[in-house]
C-alpha cells in the first residue's frame, strides 16, 4: 500500500506546480519601518484576491498583479496599510503598540484562540524555535523548550524514539505518553507527519485545557498544526544537510597493554595473551553518515491553495548495521467556495521506514571479552573464546540478519461551512493506519543461539487502524461588551489492530535467512500465532468561552466518553473543567504601568482528565484460552480416554470485572501571564495533580475466583510543581538581534494509595537485575504507599573496609545484616528540569545554541556495579578505574552504586550565513549553515550517559549493560527558497 500512497504524492507534487497564474503588471519594491529599515516577512497582498508574496530579507517584493490593482502590506506589530499598485514602489510601515499575545493563535482543540483570551495553562513553540540538528523523531523538536515537557532521548540508536512527559507521570502501569493531535485528527501518531512540515506545537498541559479529550488527555495533549500555503503565496523550497557522528564517551576499560601489565605485576597464573590489542567498543562502532534532504512547494490560484513535500533520510547509526532510512511525502490542498463561507482542507501523510536497531545484549560482551583477543582469526573466521556472555560482540552482530519496515499513514478530509454570521459546522474525517513488518534470522554460526538450533529464522507482521469522525458546532459573536463562544460535537473512534507470526529452526542451510521459513525442520508449539481485535471510543463534548470587556474570562468544558474497554458498570465517563483570568493591565488603574508592564493577566483553572491507555480491549470481561500470558499462569490440557492422548484445551486465563475504568486525575492550576516593554514574557504556573483509580494487576484468591490474577482500578497518585518560562527579546536593532527563551520546572511525585477492601498489595518488587552474575531475582526497587515511582530500596553502605568489602548500615541494630536493614536508597524523579536557548542574528549571519538539564534524579549504575570487580580478572575486562579503587568484592546492589544523575547538556551550536541576492534573482533566499550536536554534558554520573529512561517499572533510572552510546554530531546544511 506504501507503493501506492508514495506515488500518489509524488504525481501530486509534480502536478500541483501548475496551478499559479500570471498578472498584466509586475509591482515590486520595497518596505520599510519609520527609521528606514528593511522589514523582512511582511504580507504583500493584491487586495480582493488571495495572492500574496513575502518581503525578503531586505524587505524587497515582487508580485504580478492586474493593472490598476491595490495592494495591502500587513505585518505583526505594524498598522496594515494599502497602496495602488506600481513598478516601483517605496512603502512605510508605521508601528503599532500592540501586545503579541494579541494575535498570536494557539490551538486550544476543536479550535483556536488568541493566546490573550486564553484561560488555561497552554505552552507554544513555533518552527523558528525547533531544537535543530539530526532529527529522526518529531518529539525531538521540543526538547528543552517548554516548562514542565521533559523529552528524553534515552539511547544514540536512530531508529528508538522518545519519550515525553508532562508534569510528571499520573500512571504506574497505564502509560505517562501524552495524546498527540495532528491538525485536528487525535491520536495520531506524531511520526507520521515529517519535522520539516512541522509549523507549530501547542501543548495543553493542565486539566481545565486537556478536559475537552477526556479519557484520553490526563497526560496532557499535544497539538500538532502542519505547514499550508499562504494564500496568494507561490514558493519553493529545498532544504538539505550532511552530517558526521561518532560516539561522544566510551567506558574506559583496560586496554590490551594495561591487561598485560596487571597480569605481570601481580603474577597472576592461568592468564592466556591471544596477541592481539582490541578495544571490544571501538569494534562494533564506526563513523556514521546522514544525509538528509526535502523539497517542498507552495502555491495558490483563485480559491485553490496547496502546500506539497518529499524528503528522504539516511541516518547511520555509530554501530555497525544500524541505521535508519525513511521516505516520507505530504500533499495539503485548501479549497475555499460559496463565496469563501465553505473551507475544505485534504490532506494526504505518509511515510516509510527501513531499519535495524542494535540488540543491546551485545554491550555487555564488549565490557567483558579480554582485550587481547583478535576480532578474527588468521583464517577471516570470527574469534570465539568459551565463557558465559563471552560471545565476540562483532560475530555476535554479523550473525544476525534483520531488518525491520515501519509504514505510517494519515489522510483526512475537513469541511468548515459558515452557516450565517459567527456560526460554524466543522466535520473532520480521518483515517490513520500504522503498520509494522519483522524480518530477522541468526545464522548456524552464532554462539548464543544459532548454532544448537542450526539458525532460526522469524517473519512478523503487525498493523493497526483509527477511523474517526469528529463533528461540531461552533459559534462566536460579541454584543457590546460581551463576548461569547459555543462549541458542541460529537465524536466516534473505531480502532482495529491485527498480526501475526511464524518462527523456524533447523535449516539445512543459512542462504536463505528469513526468506524462507518452510526450509525450517524445527517446529514447536507456538511458533506460529495471530490475532486481532478492536475497540470503540464515542464522545459528546462542548464548551462555552466568555468575556467581558476583554478584561474577564471564563471557560467550561464537558466531555462523555464511552468506550468498549471499560467494563459494563463503568460504560461512560464525564469530564469536566472550569477556568477563568483576570487580565488585570486592561484596568483603568494600570494605565500608568502599560508603557513597561504591557500585560499582566491572572489564571485560575480546575478540571478532571482520564488515561484509558492502560486498559487492553476485552480486558473487562471473562477470557479462555490454551495458557495465560503469565509467567506463573496455566496450560491447559485434556486427556482423550479414546485416544489415551492428551489435548491442548482451553480454560479461563481471565477474571471479568464489570467496574474496570479510567484512570481520573484531576488538576487545580493557578497562573501569571506578564509581559514588560513588550519585549519580555513571563508565566508562572503553579498546580497540583491527584490520579485516583490506578489501575495495578493484583493477586486475588481462588476461590472465588477462577484466576489468580486481575486487573483493578485502585492506587491513588498526586503530583505537584511549578514551572516559569521567560521569552525575551532582548535587542531587536537592524544590524543586530538577541533572543533568549529560558523554562524552568519542579514536580513533587507521591504514591498516596495502593490498595482497598478488595484488592491488597502491602509492596511490589520492581527494577530486575538480569544479566549480572550474583544477581539473580534481585529487584532494586520498590513500589509502595508514601515512596515515589522507581523508588531504590536496598542496604545503605557507609564505607569500603580495608580488605575491600562493603559495610553496611545496620539499622536495626541486632549485629546483622538482613533484609530489615533495607531502606530507601534514592528515586529516579527529577526534582526539576531547565532549559535554555539563544539566537543571536549580525547582519547575514545567525548564531544559536540550546542547553537543557534534569537535575536530582538519582540512577543505578548497575553497568559499573557489575564489572567493577577484580575478580573478573584475567578472564573477563574491568574498567581502569577497578584497579584504582578499595573495592576487592563481587557485585553487590547497595546504596553504593546510586549516583546524582544531575546534568545539563549542550545540545545544538548553529551557525549560519544567508547569502546576500540581488533582488530580481530566481532564488529568493539561501542560507548555509553548520551545527554541532551534544558537544558536552555535565554531570557527575560515571555511565556513559546520564539520560536514561526514567519511565515504566521495568528499569526505571537503570543502566544495566542497555545503554547504546549517544553519538556527537557535525553537520552541513544548505536551505533555499526558489
Not at 425 to 454: C, I, M, Q
Amino acid at each position: 500500500m506504501s507503493r501506492y500512497i508514495v506515488g500518489l504524492l509524488i504525481l501530486t507534487f509534480v502536478f500541483a506546480r501548475g496551478w499559479s497564474q500570471g498578472g498584466n503588471i509586475t509591482a515590486r519594491g520595497t518596505v520599510v519601518d519609520t527609521a528606514g529599515l528593511p522589514l523582512a516577512g511582511v504580507t504583500v497582498m493584491i487586495s480582493g484576491t488571495n495572492k500574496a508574496t513575502l518581503t525578503d530579507d531586505k524587505g524587497n517584493f515582487v508580485i504580478e498583479c492586474p493593472a490598476g490593482s491595490t495592494v495591502k502590506f500587513s505585518y505583526i506589530g505594524y498598522k496594515t496599510i494599502e497602496q495602488p499598485a506600481d513598478v516601483s514602489m517605496h512603502v512605510v510601515m508605521t508601528e503599532e503598540k500592540i501586545n503579541l499575545d494579541e494575535v498570536v493563535v494557539v490551538g486550544i482543540g476543536y479550535g483556536t484562540m488568541r493566546k490573550k483570551d486564553l484561560t488555561g495553562s497552554i505552552s507554544s513553540v513555533s518552527s523558528d524555535k525547533f531544537a535543530k540538528g539530526v532529527i529522526t523523531t518529531s518529539e525531538q523538536l521540543i526538547q528543552g523548550k517548554m516548562a514542565g515537557v521533559t523529552v528524553m532521548r534515552t539511547s544514540g540508536d536512530p531508529s528508538v524514539g522518545a519519550s515525553v512527559r508532562l508534569r510528571g507521570g499520573t500512571s504506574l502501569t497505564a502509560g505517562n505518553s501524552p495524546l498527540y493531535v495532528v491538525d485536528g485528527v487525535p491520536g495520531a501518531d506524531i511520526n507520521t507527519i515529517s519535522p520539516s512540515d512541522i509549523e507549530s506545537v501547542d501543548v495543553l498541559k493542565d486539566a481545565s485545557a486537556a478536559a475537552i479529550y477526556g479519557s484520553r488527555g490526563a497526560n496532557g495533549v499535544i497539538i500538532i498544526t502542519t505547514k499550508k500555503a499562504k494564500a496568494g503565496q507561490a514558493k519553493t523550497e529545498y532544504s538539505t544537510y550532511a552530517a558526521v557522528s561518532q560516539s561522544a564517551k566510551n567506558y574506559d576499560m583496560l586496554s590490551a597493554n594495561q591487561w598485560r601489565e596487571y597480569v605481570r605485576k601481580n603474577h597472576v597464573v592461568g592468564a592466556v595473551d591471544y596477541g592481539a590489542n582490541t578495544d571490544w567498543q571501538k569494534a562494533i562502532q564506526r563513523t556514521a553518515y546522514t544525509q538528509y534532504h526535502n523539497l517542498s512547494m507552495d502555491g495558490s490560484a483563485n480559491n485553490l491553495s496547496y502546500h506539497a513535500s518529499l524528503n528522504y533520510l539516511d541516518n547511520q547509526g555509530i554501530v555497525i548495521e544500524n541505521y535508519l532510512k525513511r521516505l516520507g511525502g505530504s500533499i495539503t490542498i485548501n479549497h475555499k467556495a460559496l463565496n469563501n463561507r465553505l473551507n475544505l482542507d485534504f490532506s494526504l501523510n505518509s511515510n516509510f521506514d527501513k531499519y535495524r536497531p542494535t540488540d543491546a545484549f551485545v554491550f555487555q560482551r564488549t565490557l567483558n571479552l579480554n582485550p587481547t583477543i583478535p576480532v578474527h582469526n588468521p583464517d577471516g573466521s570470527f574469534t570465539e573464546i568459551e565463557g558465559l556472555n563471552y560471545e565476540n560482540p562483532v560475530a555476535f552482530i554479523k550473525n544476525r540478519s534483520q531488518e525491520e519496515t515501519r509504514n505510517r499513514f494519515l489522510g483526512y478530509i475537513k469541511s468548515d461551512l459558515e452557516l450565517f454570521e459567527g456560526f460554524h459546522w466543522v466535520t473532520n474525517v480521518s483515517y490513520n493506519l500504522g503498520k509494522h513488518d519483522y524480518s530477522f534470522y541468526v545464522n548456524s554460526l552464532d554462539r548464543t543461539e544459532g548454532a544448537s538450533v542450526k539458525g532460526r529464522g522469524q517473519k512478523a507482521t503487525d498493523e493497526y487502524s483509527n477511523q474517526q469522525l469528529e463533528t461540531y458546532l461552533t459559534y462566536d459573536n460579541t454584543f457590546g461588551d460581551h463576548t461569547i463562544g459555543l462549541m458542541g460535537g460529537y465524536s466516534y473512534l473505531y480502532n482495529m489492530y491485527q498480526g501475526f507470526g511464524a518462527v523456524r529452526r533447523g535449516y539445512s542451510t543459512d542462504l536463505f535467512l528469513y526468506n524462507n521459513l518452510a526450509a525450517g525442520l524445527d517446529y514447536r508449539q507456538g511458533d506460529v500465532y495471530s490475532y486481532k481485535g478492536d475497540a470503540k471510543l464515542i464522545s459528546f463534548f462542548g464548551r462555552v468561552n466568555y468575556n467581558y470587556q476583554s478584561k474577564y474570562y471564563v471557560t467550561a468544558t464537558l466531555r462523555r466518553d464511552g468506550s468498549s474497554k471499560f467494563g459494563k458498570n463503568n460504560k461512560w465517563g464525564l469530564f469536566p473543567s472550569a477556568s477563568a483570568s483576570w487580565r488585570i493591565s486592561a484596568e483603568k488603574f494600570m494605565e500608568p504601568l502599560r508603557n513597561v508592564l504591557t500585560n499582566l493577566k491572572l489564571r485560575v483553572g480546575y478540571g478532571v482528565t482520564g488515561n484509558q491507555e492502560g486498559i487492553p480491549s476485552y480486558k473487562s470481561i471473562t477470557l479462555l484460552g490454551q495458557s495465560s500470558d503469565d509467567p506463573q499462569g496455566y496450560t491447559y490440557f485434556s486427556y482423550d480416554g479414546t485416544t489415551g492422548k492428551w489435548l491442548t484445551a482451553y480454560g479461563i486465563i481471565q477474571n471479568p470485572n464489570p467496574d474496570l475504568k479510567w484512570e481520573q486525575t484531576a488538576q487545580t492550576n493557578i497562573g501569571i501571564d506578564a509581559s514588560l516593554y513588550n519585549r519580555i514574557n513571563i508565566t508562572i504556573d503553579y498546580y497540583r495533580k491527584y490520579t485516583s483509580d490506578l489501575l495495578f494487576t493484583y493477586a486475588v484468591p481462588q476461590p472465588p475466583y477462577l484466576y489468580g490474577k486481575m486487573l483493578a482500578n485502585v492506587g491513588n497518585l498526586s503530583n505537584n510543581g511549578l514551572e516559569i518560562t521567560v521569552n525575551a527579546a532582548l535587542i531587536q536593532r537592524k544590524d543586530f538581534s538577541w533572543n533568549v527563551d529560558l523554562n524552568f520546572a519542579t514536580n513533587t511525585q507521591k504514591i498516596d494509595k495502593l490498595s482497598n477492601q478488595l484488592y491488597t498489595t502491602d509492596a511490589v518488587p520492581a527494577g530486575l537485575l538480569t544479566g549480572i552474575r550474583g544477581m539473580s531475582g534481585v529487584q532494586a526497587q520498590l513500589i509502595k504507599e508514601g515512596y515515589v515511582a522507581g523508588t531504590f530500596y536496598g542496604l545503605v553502605c557507609d564505607s569500603i573496609s580495608t580488605s575491600g568489602k562493603y559495610v553496611y548500615h545496620d539499622f536495626d541494630g541486632d549485629g546483622k545484616i538482613t533484609d530489615k536493614d533495607k531502606t530507601v536508597i534514592g528515586d529516579v524523579q527529577p526534582d526539576y528540569t531547565a532549559g535554555l536557548s539563544m539566537s543571536f542574528t549580525y547582519r547575514q549571519f545567525d548564531l544559536g545554541f540550546s542547553f537543557y538539564g534534569i537535575f536530582g534524579q538519582d540512577l543505578l549504575n548497575a553497568s559499573y556495579m557489575s564489572v567493577m570487580d577484580d575478580s573478573r580478572l584475567p578472564t573477563y575486562n574491568v574498567p581502569d578505574a577497578a584497579l584504582k579503587d578499595k573495592l576487592k568484592a563481587p557485585a553487590d546492589y547497595s546504596s553504593y552504586w546510586i549516583e546524582d544523575g544531575s546534568f545539563v547538556r549542550l545540545q545544538n551550536v548553529t551557525l549560519g550565513y544567508t547569502l546576500p541576492l540581488k533582488t530580481n534573482s530566481w532564488i529568493k533566499r539561501a542560507r548555509i549553515y553548520v551545527n554541532a550536536e551534544n558537544l558536552f554534558v555535565i554531570t557527575k554520573y560515571s555511565g556513559l550517559d546520564p539520560e536514561i529512561n526514567l519511565d515504566g517499572l521495568d528499569f526505571p533510572g537503570i543502566e544495566v549493560f542497555n545503554a547504546y552510546p549517544k553519538p556527537r554530531t557535525y553537520s552541513v546544511g544548505l536551505n533555499v527558497t526558489f
